[in-house]
């Protein structure tokens, strides 16, 4: 029964499915906070770590050949108490000891990986909250919305695509340099 | 610059025409710097799809949070509020029953609480003066004699000099003295005793020169609501008191006694019961704790048979009982004014 679930759950997810992702997040949100909230840690914490772990999953669940090989709450544990345990040494409070009930197979790989989409999509929020308007909204509009030139021109009121497409132009190298030289800095 | 930027960009979505494509990629087999601005685009490109993708999924769990935290507070709403007022309703009754219940009940036990405590402390003053008294009345008796180890009554029982007394007075006696006001200070020997029925028989040592006893000792039972009295020594000088028969049967219904009226005390054990003629009708053996006015006398039928053991019959002066009554007054003055010279306060050491 919880094999099928997760079995559907999945191929939901992997259609990008809204409802099948909340269906997720409310079936396991119970046993994190218990796992956080009784290893010192608050509900906010455990709703952080958690929204941590169910989007690693649902990431991992769009790569083209990706296979189930644990029960997601397996998964979503292990990736849970990892994540916990990093962020208690981080508060110094190493006494968090927490036993392992449950893992899988490249479990450490698995949470380096995991830091380092964080990592850079941290990097990515602040190359943007610094590059600010109106550069942000055409980037955007250009690349995730893939509206074309004519039409972001007209919404902001260039003169003709040429001039939207230059302004685009200049917004994208203003990104890139700020994007690459903090991760730079980060690493 | 701005063409080359155009040129990845229409790359990865797909907007090149075969040939572009082909001398595309030529180029980024030869030339390294190109090649490395155009993966750096297509990994800052890739990163802020990945970068809206995340924003977006996080979006839908933020959703689906806050729609756990809305059910949660609903169901607690639930909880607190309609789903169990049934059990609240019993819960409140059940509180309010024993609350007024409790009021009541302690209420009541108050009262009985008062009331066993003024009865106490009447008896604790009744105590003390007595105890005052006893005090006065061992000065008093320091002076003229020992006290004894215990104390009783005794009265004659024939002119011959014997007494007759609560066994349970004498019995762990070394020796025996009895006192009255008109024979003094008396030694006497214990010649019978039935502890059975708390009787025994003291013998005065030595002559009284008496006539025969004024009393008889009555052979058959008295009568219920008889008027009876008593004369014994709870204190160093000789107490009257009186009642009536109360039942016709004793301590747990034993048959050989009376239940009496009379006010006693420790001391009046072997006082004489006497009826309204002066008639010896019992003789007084205890009292019941925790009971008002319940005093016991043995039947002097019993003291009767009792008397005819053979032990008696070998005494060297014989035990005569006195059959007739020669008191011949109703007034309780003069049959006391008597009768006082034939009861003994029982000294034992």
């Known amino acids: 029964m919880a094999h099928n679930f997760d079995e559907l759950i999945l191929t939901e997810i992997r259609k990008k499915d809204e409802r099948a992702l909340r269906e997720l997040y409310r079936t396991h949100y ?28 649902y990431e991992k669940a769009q790569l083209p050949h990706f296979t189930l090989t644990c029960k997601i709450k397996t998964y979503i544990y292990a990736v849970c108490r990892r994540l916990w345990l990093k962020r208690l040494w981080e508060k110094k409070k190493v006494n968090g000891n927490i036993p392992e009930a449950e893992t899988f197979s490249g479990i450490d790989d698995e949470v380096s990986e995991i830091e380092e989409k964080e990592n850079r999509f941290n990097k990515m929020g602040a190359a943007l909250h610094a590059l600010g308007e109106p550069c942000r909204s055409i980037i955007e509009d250009y690349y995730i919305r893939d ?41 | ?39 750096e685009h297509q990994i800052l490109v890739k990163e802020l799809k990945s970068f809206h993708e995340r924003n977006r999924v996080r979006d839908v769990l933020n959703e689906a949070h806050q729609s756990i935290e809305k059910t949660r507070t609903l169901t607690v709403e639930n909880t ?42 009447r008896n604790v003053d009744q105590i003390q003066q007595s105890q005052k008294l006893i005090m006065k009345d061992l000065e008093k008796a320091k002076k003229s004699a020992l ?13 011959a000099g014997y007494v007759a007394t609560s066994y349970h007075v004498i019995k762990e006696a070394d020796s025996i003295i009895i006192e009255n006001e008109k024979f003094g200070r008396l030694r006497t020997t214990i010649v019978y005793g039935d502890p059975l029925n708390d009787i025994s028989i003291l013998k005065i040592e030595g002559e009284l020169n008496l006539r025969s006893l004024p009393f008889a000792i009555a052979e058959s039972e008295a009568n219920l609501a008889e008027d009876v009295y008593t004369l014994g020594f709870p204190r160093n000088d000789v107490v009257f008191g009186e009642g009536s028969i109360s039942a016709l049967s004793g301590f747990r219904e034993n048959p050989n006694a009376y239940q009496v009226s009379v006010p006693v005390n420790p001391g009046n054990s072997g006082g004489p019961l006497l009826n ?3 008639d010896l009708i019992g003789m007084i053996s205890g009292i019941q704790t925790q009971t ?29 009982l006195p059959k007739q009554n020669s008191l011949k007054t109703p007034s309780r003055v003069q049959q006391v004014k008597q009768w006082q010279d034939y009861v003994f306060m029982v000294r034992v050491y």
Not at chain 2, 8 to 13: G, M, P, T
Not at chain 2, 101 to 119: D, H, N, P, W
Not at chain 2, 147 to 159: D, E, M, N, V
Request: proline share 3%; glycine share 6%.
């Open chain 1, 30 to 57: 119970p046993m994190v906070v218990h796992l956080i909230c009784s290893n010192s840690g608050t509900e906010q914490e455990a709703k952080d770590i958690y929204q941590e772990a169910v989007i690693a999953f």
């Open chain 1, 147 to 187: 509206l074309s030139m004519e039409n972001i021109s007209e919404k902001f009121g260039y003169t003709n695509a040429e001039n939207a497409k230059n302004q685009k132009y200049k917004c994208l190298q203003r990104l890139k340099k700020l994007f690459f030289n903090n991760q730079q800095k980060g690493i």
């Open chain 2, 1 to 39: 610059m701005s063409s080359e930027n155009e040129m990845f960009d229409k790359y990865l979505k797909d907007q090149l025409s075969a040939d572009e494509v082909a001398s595309f990629e030529e180029r980024l087999k030869t030339d390294a710097a190109f090649r490395q601005r155009a993966e």
């Open chain 2, 80 to 121: 607190s509020g309609w789903r169990f007022w049934p059990m609240a309703a019993v819960a409140a009754s059940v509180a309010m029953i024993s609350i007024v219940g409790t009021v009541f009940y302690t209420r009541s036990l108050e009262s009985k609480q008062t009331a066993y405590y003024k009865e106490l402390r």
């Open chain 2, 147 to 159: 006290p004894g180890k215990y104390a009783g009554t005794g009265f004659l029982l024939s002119s």
């Open chain 2, 276 to 278: 309204s003629k002066g």
């Open chain 2, 292 to 320: 008002a006015g319940a005093a016991f006398a043995i039947k002097s039928s019993v003291l009767l048979s009792s008397l005819a053991d053979p032990a008696l019959d070998s005494l060297t002066i014989p035990l005569i």
